[in-house]
């Protein structure tokens, strides 16, 4: 993402925290605890909302621009930060009890390999926890709407996919979704507003 966007990106993203995503992350990031990691932590709009039951936090964030607001919010949160990317953690397996990965798949080169290695840096029986906007319903207008979008889109806004299915990919790495929702992100541009949030389990 270039210097630009990266700045831009929390205005940007302001109305749908104010309309929604404030409230999914604190309902979300409170099931966060143990040592956890956060995966395409961006320019950290989860950091506010992690509590008392997490007692080691890792961040990864592969885009510079980005990470340097990352960094600029960590004061207060004893936060390790590095710059590895989704599909190539560096972490050893089976490290963390909880992943957290917010509307990042969308935007990995490739979501499949991201969630596998996802899957093996948590212990057994880890929880990851997700948000992230997905393709709406096959055969819909809106996923109609998603196709065409797409190729621009894809290159305005930083690889950001808006055709995944998302869902079926958590499944097919090895894990067994404990819960999930589906909404609309509202104050979101029409292609971006399908989302899932969940808790999925390390098989």
């Not at 936060?79 to 089976?94: F, K, N, P, T, W």
């Not at 996802?118 to 212990?123: A, D, G």
């Given at each position: 993402?270039?210097?630009?966007?990266?700045?831009?990106?929390?205005?940007?993203?302001?109305?749908?925290?104010?309309?929604?995503?404030?409230?999914?992350?604190?309902?979300?990031?409170?099931?966060?605890?143990?040592?956890?990691?956060?995966?395409?932590?961006?320019?950290?709009?989860?950091?506010?909302?992690?509590?008392?039951?997490?007692?080691?936090?890792?961040?990864?964030?592969?885009?510079?621009?980005?990470?340097?607001?990352?960094?600029?919010?960590?004061?207060?949160?004893?936060?390790?930060?590095?710059?590895?990317?989704?599909?190539?953690?560096?972490?050893?397996?089976?490290?963390?009890?909880?992943?957290?990965?917010?509307?990042?798949?969308?935007?990995?080169?490739?979501?499949?390999?991201?969630?596998?290695?996802?899957?093996?840096?948590?212990?057994?029986?880890?929880?990851?926890?997700?948000?992230?906007?997905?393709?709406?319903?096959?055969?819909?207008?809106?996923?109609?709407?998603?196709?065409?979008?797409?190729?621009?889109?894809?290159?305005?806004?930083?690889?950001?996919?808006?055709?995944?299915?998302?869902?079926?990919?958590?499944?097919?790495?090895?894990?067994?979704?404990?819960?999930?929702?589906?909404?609309?992100?509202?104050?979101?541009?029409?292609?971006?507003?399908?989302?899932?949030?969940?808790?999925?389990?390390?098989r």
């Amino acid at each position: 993402m270039s210097w630009f966007a990266a700045k831009l990106y929390d205005r940007f993203m302001a109305g749908a925290e104010e309309a929604c995503l404030r409230a999914w992350r604190t309902e979300l990031l409170a099931r966060a605890s143990g040592a956890v990691l956060e995966v395409g932590a961006g320019t950290g709009a989860n950091l506010p909302y992690y509590g008392a039951s997490v007692t080691q936090l890792h961040a990864t964030e592969p885009d510079v621009h980005m990470r340097v607001q990352l960094e600029a919010k960590r004061e207060g949160f004893t936060l390790e930060v590095g710059d590895d990317s989704a599909s190539a953690l560096r972490a050893a397996d089976a490290t963390y009890d909880t992943v957290v990965a917010t509307l990042v798949l969308c935007s990995t080169e490739d979501p499949r390999a991201a969630l596998r290695d996802i899957h093996r840096v948590l212990k057994p029986g880890g929880q990851y926890l997700f948000l992230e906007h997905v393709a709406a319903e096959q055969h819909s207008s809106r996923r109609r709407w998603q196709s065409i979008v797409e190729p621009v889109w894809k290159r305005l806004a930083g690889n950001c996919h808006v055709t995944r299915d998302t869902e079926s990919a958590i499944v097919a790495a090895g894990f067994d979704i404990e819960r999930i929702e589906r909404q609309s992100m509202r104050k979101a541009p029409p292609w971006v507003r399908p989302t899932i949030r969940g808790v999925a389990r390390k098989r």
